[in-house]
Nanobody, 126 residues
Framework: QVQLVESGGGLVQAGGSLRLSCAAS????????MGWFRQAPEKEREFVAA????????AYADSVKGRFTISRDNAKNTVYLQMNSLKPEDTAVYYC???????????????????WGQGTQVTVSS
């Protein structure tokens, strides 16, 4: 079973940048599809980005395209989310998630993923 631990969240001004990291345990990380989701107060969890096991294919929510970049380092069992040009509406708890299906095209639905990390808070001030 893969365990996921997110880090890198914090408080940043609008227009700033943050890089989230998700460290995974388990020897089969390189075969897992990885994703990032977020949940703002009183809102449902929503898809942010996902990356295939090889790193060759990615998917993004329209709201973050051109601003966020997902990447992975299979040698370090880590997936990253580089967030640039942050906006107050990006404020949320960000969750890392794994799927043990080697999707050619990463899924965007939360139901395709599990297990999940504990989340890291990102707050963007205006």
């Amino acid at each position: 079973q893969v365990q996921l631990v997110e880090s890198g969240g914090g408080l940043v001004q609008a227009g700033g940048s943050l890089r989230l990291s998700c460290a995974a345990s388990g020897r089969t990380f390189s075969t897992w599809t990885m994703g990032w989701f977020r949940q703002a107060p009183e809102k449902e969890r929503e898809f942010v980005a996902a990356i295939s096991w090889s790193g060759r294919n990615t998917a993004y929510a329209d709201s973050v395209k051109g601003r966020f970049t997902i990447s992975r380092d299979n040698a370090k069992n880590t997936v990253y989310l580089q967030m640039n040009s942050l906006k107050p509406e990006d404020t949320a708890v960000y969750y890392c998630a794994a799927s043990n299906t080697a999707w050619a095209i990463p899924p965007t639905g939360a139901d395709a993923f599990g297990p999940w990390g504990q989340g890291t808070q990102v707050t963007v001030s205006s």
